[in-house]
């Protein structure tokens, strides 16, 4: 090894949870052992990335961008292998999709380790046979290389080994993880929403389907007129913005929902605390940082039987996980956890409780050191 420390490149295109995840691990990473440096996007972030100490740590920006672009995505691997050339890292890992894509190929050049966590496949995003098979085939091609997969759940493990093609020897878990939430902090926005009330965070997309929710919202009104749901993140890339607005206006929900395009995390935090439970609909997660917090806020939650939600939900102990194409259920259970205080109270405590053993940074980052050291030797 060439360094005292680790050296780390760390590759993505900086977004949502993936930026979320990155932050958290850079801010925990012990620095007296690890270095790190940050590859990512022109327009993706502009704060800046810092480590335990909050210390600013070097960053580089190319083209890395989510949608696929021969001619920019070209560059950003030109870009990348440069960078990597004058950084001269003793491992490489690369997050999201795209970041996982040009840093498997960029490893090549070099000779090292290399981690990629999905947070999701790119492949589950497509909404029609060619496109997956498109996505899943680069996937597969990847696979081949010298790299190896660092998993943000069982689920995407799982997923990594039986869909994608890696051999178990090359699939890691280090699962999502944040720190506890001690303090709820106030709302830096006017609250204009009842006291009583479920939330969620998800921007109107495939992956999310809040369709599906405003669906179940609406039979649960049936019941309980007086219904209301927070959903936070809708401004930031959502494709189906209209539909769910159109789908409101349909089952006149207007004033049985409160969109917030943009919230301060802060602000999510706060929201949850004060909900009633917490609830998903998506088709697929990695491992979902919105849940996580809900656990740290010991929420009970309903969610569909998805990747990253089954991961964090056990059914029955601290919520219910159910089949998407059963709404009646979601009504159900909706229902009776607002009618039920003690029952929401000790899935609550549960969720709690797993939070502290198994999603809690300050205990999980000695994990992912010793990941990442046992590779840089090991290599």
């Given at each position: ?15 949502g949870g993936v930026d979320v995840s990155l932050r958290l691990i850079l801010g925990n990473l012990d620095h007296n052992h690890f270095e790190n440096f940050v590859i990512h996007g022109q327009t993706d972030t502009n704060l800046e ?10 960053t580089f920006q190319t083209s890395i961008s989510r949608n696929i672009n021969l001619i920019k995505d070209l560059k950003a691997l030109l870009d990348i292998v440069q960078f990597l050339k004058k950084e001269r890292p003793d491992l ?203 656990l740290a806020l010991s929420k009970a939650c309903v969610v569909t039987d998805a990747d990253g939600n089954r991961d964090l939900i056990e059914n029955k102990k601290n919520g219910y996980v159910l089949n998407p194409n059963e709404t ?52």
């Amino acid at each position: 090894m060439k360094n005292a420390k680790i050296k780390v490149a760390h590759i993505l295109h900086s977004v949502g949870g993936v930026d979320v995840s990155l932050r958290l691990i850079l801010g925990n990473l012990d620095h007296n052992h690890f270095e790190n440096f940050v590859i990512h996007g022109q327009t993706d972030t502009n704060l800046e990335f810092k480590d335990q100490n909050g210390k600013t740590l070097p960053t580089f920006q190319t083209s890395i961008s989510r949608n696929i672009n021969l001619i920019k995505d070209l560059k950003a691997l030109l870009d990348i292998v440069q960078f990597l050339k004058k950084e001269r890292p003793d491992l490489i890992h690369c997050h999201s999709a795209k970041g996982g894509i040009l840093g498997k190929i960029s490893s090549f050049f070099f000779g090292i380790p290399c981690f990629h966590t999905p947070q999701a496949y790119s492949y589950l995003s497509a909404e029609n046979k060619l496109k997956k098979g498109l996505f899943l085939g680069v996937e597969k091609f990847l696979s081949h290389f010298n790299n190896k997969i660092l998993a943000s759940s069982n689920s995407e493990k799982n997923r990594a080994i039986k869909e994608v093609g890696y051999k178990k020897n090359k699939v890691l878990v280090f699962s999502n993880s944040i720190l506890p939430i001690n303090n709820i902090p106030k709302l830096s926005i006017p609250k204009t929403w009842p006291d009583d009330y479920i939330c969620s965070v998800g921007r109107p997309s495939f992956q999310k389907n809040i369709e599906l929710m405003i669906e179940i919202l609406a039979k649960v009104k049936n019941k309980k007129p007086d219904i209301h749901l927070v959903l936070m993140g809708v401004g930031f890339h959502s494709p189906n913005l209209s539909i769910v607005k159109e789908l409101i206006e349909k089952h006149r929900l207007k004033n049985n929902i409160t969109l917030l395009e943009w919230t301060q995390r802060e602000d999510i935090f706060n929201i949850v605390a004060h909900s009633k439970l917490y609830i998903s609909t998506a088709r697929y997660e990695g491992l979902p940082y919105s849940i996580i917090e809900s656990l740290a806020l010991s929420k009970a939650c309903v969610v569909t039987d998805a990747d990253g939600n089954r991961d964090l939900i056990e059914n029955k102990k601290n919520g219910y996980v159910l089949n998407p194409n059963e709404t009646d259920s979601f009504v159900d259970k909706v229902l009776e956890l607002l009618q039920n205080d003690k029952l929401r109270d000790s899935f609550g405590i549960y969720s709690k409780s797993k939070f502290e053993s198994e999603f809690n940074i300050l205990k999980t980052i000695q994990n992912l050191e010793s990941i990442y050291t046992h590779e840089v030797n090991s290599y």
